[in-house]
């Protein structure tokens, strides 16, 4: 078992577990692992969502794949709070991919608020390799 530590602008350290922890076979470890990247991606700053998206927005286009829907409800709640941190055009490129029901989805989440975790302030995620 191993530990995830939060710490204000350390996640792109962290990329390879994050991509482990979300393939993981128990879906709470995956839609914790992307809830705890949303509390992340809502309590930093801009500058800092704009060096680590490019890493993270296809882990999260990949967990909307998911068969477990509490994963892939993370995955849109994760995508939702970049966008509504960075704003849109960083993340065309990558949303372009999306079907149209997927992009209206993504679309009423950011215009209705809804990206948060829910008051998740867990600041240490435990996973299993």
């Known amino acids: 078992m191993g530990f995830l530590l939060y710490s ?3 996640i792109v350290v962290v990329t ?3 991509k482990v922890a ?7 470890v995956r839609s914790l692992t ?20 490019k890493d993270y927005v296809p882990i999260f286009l990949e967990s909307l794949n998911d ?3 509490e994963v892939r409800d993370a995955a849109f709640a994760a995508l939702a709070a970049i966008a509504k941190m960075v704003g849109m055009r960083p993340l065309e490129r ?3 991919k999306l079907d149209d029901v997927r992009k209206k989805k993504l679309s009423d989440m950011i215009g209705n608020g809804e990206a948060s975790t829910s008051g998740s302030g867990v600041q240490i995620l435990l996973y299993s390799r």
């Open 8 to 10: 204000k602008g350390s």
């Open 16 to 18: 390879a577990d994050v």
């Open 22 to 28: 979300v393939k993981n076979k128990v879906p709470l």
């Open 34 to 53: 992307l809830n705890w990247l949303t509390f992340f991606i809502e309590t930093n700053n801009k500058a800092t969502i704009l060096k680590m998206h």
């Open 67 to 69: 068969g477990t829907p």
């Open 94 to 96: 990558s949303l372009e």
